[in-house]
Structure formats: structure tokens, C-alpha cells
């Protein structure tokens, strides 16, 4: 909630200090620019599939484990690949999205690989050993596609999908978000393999923002935009849409008179 609370604009560029949380959009965003600059670069020139890997929904509960054993049937998959002759070269994000209508969770990988003009044959291989490791995963819900610039655009975001929109009403559920938040608290997101670097997941404390052109000073945050101490000058002076309104959700609970 505090994140980036205060902003220093001096010599032109902002400074701001980040909270370095999941659940914080700000950080996300920065990220997504981190991951974005530091993988893409790698990738150029070479064919990429990405392949989807599932296997059935979970409740709160079992979450972080589920999650830790759909990374572990992953590296095992990898060492058979090794030992049939193929290294490839990738990326694997572990995401988890929940299910409004069931109130579950679907833990899931998305694997990114590159491996010459066996890419297919390998990406095909990755799901046969799947379905192999994991006899309650179901054939239909795993996926192979070619990757292309919009569907590599979209592995690299971090996000946490904190509201569900409907219309202009925002629905909020704080406990689906904290399940997420817990099962993934100090892991990473993105697992390179092969010859891909890693690029780190941190937001450092403070960090520089991009030259921007207001009064010099410290600027606060107050509602919807940081407000000069000394001036009282707003500095973005974005408006929010007044109509746009955010609802939490609730919780169905047990009717006390049955
Ligand atoms: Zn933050």
C-alpha cells in the first residue's frame, strides 16, 4: 500500500524507494521491464515454442506444495531429455490463476524452449513425459504453440491479477490473492535452463525513474496522485474515472439459522 510513497525529484529524474512485494503492481511493472530487457535479449533468431503444462486444480491449502511438485516433475523431465540426447534451451514461469466459479487453484508452467530443428519433436517429447509423471493431468489441457512477439510479451509479465472487472465495477478477493501470494513467497517466477542467463527478480529499494520535468522537491502520496510538501503541487495530476467503483468480495458463509 506504501509503495513508492514518496518521490524525490531532483537534477530532472525521480527517485523513489519500492516495497519489493508480489502483490505490488508498481513492482510488477518494473519487473516485467527487468525480465523483458534481460530475456528478450537472449532469445533472438531461433525458434521458440511455448508449452503449457497442467495438471488438475488444487485448494488453498495444497497450493505451495502442488506448485513445488509441478517444478520438481519439470527438472525430472529435463534430466530424461538430457539423457535421450536433447539439451534445449529455455525458460519456465510457474503462474497460478484461481478459479472464481470453483473456488480452486490452477497452478501451471509455461516452458519456453529452443532446440534447433528438433523443437517440435522435443516440445512434443516435454508433454508425452508429462503425461507420463503425472497420470491426473489431462492430455487436452496441455498446450503447444509457436511463440511469437505477443505470446513472449505476455510470458514475461508479472502479474497479479488483484480485481476482476465487470463493466465498471472492480471485484477484489483478498483471500484468493493472499493463497497466491503465500504459495509463491520466496520463489522465483522464471527458471532459465540450458545456456539462458538468469535475470533477477528483485526491485532494488530505491531506483532511479525515467528524467521527468516538475519543480524540484519532495512530493507525497495522497489518494490518486503525490503532492509537492512545500507547494502543495500535484505532480502527475492524473484523475481517476469517478464512475469506476472497487468492491471486495465476499464470502459466502453458512446460514446461522440452519
Ligand atoms: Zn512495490
Known amino acids: 500500500m506504501d509503495c513508492g510513497h514518496f518521490v524525490q525529484i531532483k537534477d530532472g529524474v525521480s527517485t523513489s524507494s519500492y516495497c519489493n512485494t508480489r502483490v505490488c503492481n508498481v513492482c510488477n511493472r518494473i519487473r516485467t521491464a ?24 488444487c485448494e488453498a ?57 528438433q523443437v517440435e519433436y522435443v516440445a512434443g517429447l516435454i508433454v ?6 503425472r497420470p491426473s493431468a489431462s492430455i487436452k489441457a496441455q498446450n503447444i504453440s509457436l511463440a511469437n512477439q505477443d505470446s513472449l510479451n505476455e510470458l514475461f509479465k508479472y502479474t497479479t491479477k488483484t480485481f476482476s472487472r465487470k463493466g465498471k465495477e472492480l471485484y477484489t478477493n483478498p483471500e484468493a490473492i493472499d493463497a497466491i501470494m503465500r504459495a509463491q513467497y520466496n520463489t522465483r517466477s522464471f527458471q532459465p535452463f540450458g545456456r539462458i542467463k538468469k535475470v533477477t527478480e528483485e526491485v532494488d529499494e530505491i531506483v532511479e525513474a525515467q528524467p521527468i520535468r516538475a519543480e524540484e522537491g519532495i512530493y507525497m502520496w495522497v489518494r490518486e496522485d503525490w503532492y509537492n510538501l512545500v507547494t502543495g503541487e500535484a505532480l502527475t495530476n492524473y484523475t481517476p474515472d469517478p464512475e469506476v467503483k472497487i468492491l471486495a468480495h465476499e464470502r459466502s458463509r453458512p446460514d446461522p439459522t440452519t
Open 128 to 133: 508425452d513425459l508429462w503425461l507420463e509423471r
Open 34 to 57: 527487468k525480465a523483458m530487457n534481460g530475456y528478450l535479449s537472449q532469445l533472438k533468431e531461433r525458434k521458440w515454442i511455448m508449452v503449457t503444462l497442467t495438471d488438475v486444480n
Open 61 to 117: 491449502s495444497q497450493l505451495r506444495n502442488e506448485l513445488k511438485g509441478l517444478k520438481k516433475s519439470f527438472f525430472l523431465i529435463r534430466r530424461t531429455l538430457k539423457k535421450k540426447g536433447y539439451d534445449p534451451d529455455g525458460i519456465v514461469k510457474a503462474e497460478i490463476t484461481y478459479n472464481e466459479a470453483r473456488d480452486d487453484y490452477h497452478p501451471h508452467l509455461h516452458v519456453l524452449i529452443a532446440c534447433g530443428e
